[in-house]
T-cell receptor
Framework: AAGVIQSPRHLIKEKRETATLKCYPI?????VYWYQQGPGQDPQFLIS???????DKGSIPDRFSAQQFSDYHSELNMSSLELGDSALYFC???????????FGPGTRLTVT | RKEVEQDPGPFNVPEGATVAFNCTYSNSASQSFFWYRQDCRKEPKLLMSVYSSGNEDGRFTAQLNRASQYISLLIRDSKLSDSATYLCVVIPGSARQLTFGSGTQLTVLP
């Protein structure tokens, strides 16, 4: 069965650079969520989209923005990167808000 | 205090053992409950949703007690492949994003 696709899988950036993470949800899933997982921590919710509109916002820094496109894929844009942004970034999708969420393999971002 | 609290673990059990994990949540308006497993440096994978009536999937049984705001997961006949971190996950109140517990690490020993 098709799963959530994330790209790139690994990304190395320097401080103050920008990064763009991409997420392609499971076909027919219209809801996308972004989570950040720091080393030794549980995933923290950043932001979600339903039918291309932002639906919920969590602990997402102002330096980050995201959107969902007409084909339901989503991009997380991160600017002025800081060392503390180094983490695993997961995208998850669900059939509708509140349904089971399925996670992609994640993007490991390292900021040096 | 975290919204979702789990047994800290780690749990080290022999193959074939039965092991139980517990979890409590603080938001009484929470509507959806799940158990996920996460292997080292990989994505959380949905193990099972948890329903008020309790549910079973093979060797795994999940229970929900709304009055006590308590969720449990029972694993019978543990396999080596069950070794992972088990995450108790809740959708609190009217929100739709997942709130994770800190996870309980399980190691099944040969």
């Amino acid at each position: 069965a098709a799963g959530v696709i994330q790209s790139p899988r690994h990304l190395i950036k320097e401080k103050r650079e920008t990064a763009t993470l991409k997420c392609y949800p499971i076909p027919r899933h219209d809801t996308v969520y972004w989570y950040q997982q720091g080393p030794g921590q549980d995933p923290q919710f950043l932001i979600s989209f339903y039918e291309k509109m932002q639906s919920d916002k969590g602990s997402i820094p102002d330096r980050f923005s995201a959107q969902q496109f007409s084909d339901y894929h989503s991009e997380l844009n991160m600017s002025s990167l800081e060392l503390g942004d180094s983490a695993l970034y997961f995208c998850a999708s669900s059939l509708d808000p509140g349904y089971e969420q399925y996670f992609g393999p994640g993007t490991r971002l390292t900021v040096t | 205090r975290k919204e979702v609290e789990q047994d800290p673990g780690p749990f080290n059990v022999p193959e074939g053992a039965t092991v139980a994990f517990n979890c409590t949540y603080s938001n009484s308006a929470s509507q959806s409950f799940f158990w996920y497993r996460q292997d080292c440096r990989k994505e959380p994978k949905l193990l099972m949703s948890v329903y008020s009536s309790g549910n079973e999937d093979g060797r795994f049984t999940a229970q929900l007690n709304r009055a006590s705001q308590y969720i449990s997961l029972l694993i019978r006949d543990s396999k080596l492949s069950d070794s992972a971190t088990y995450l108790c996950v809740v959708i609190p109140g009217s929100a739709r994003q997942l709130t994770f517990g800190s996870g309980t690490q399980l190691t099944v020993l040969p």
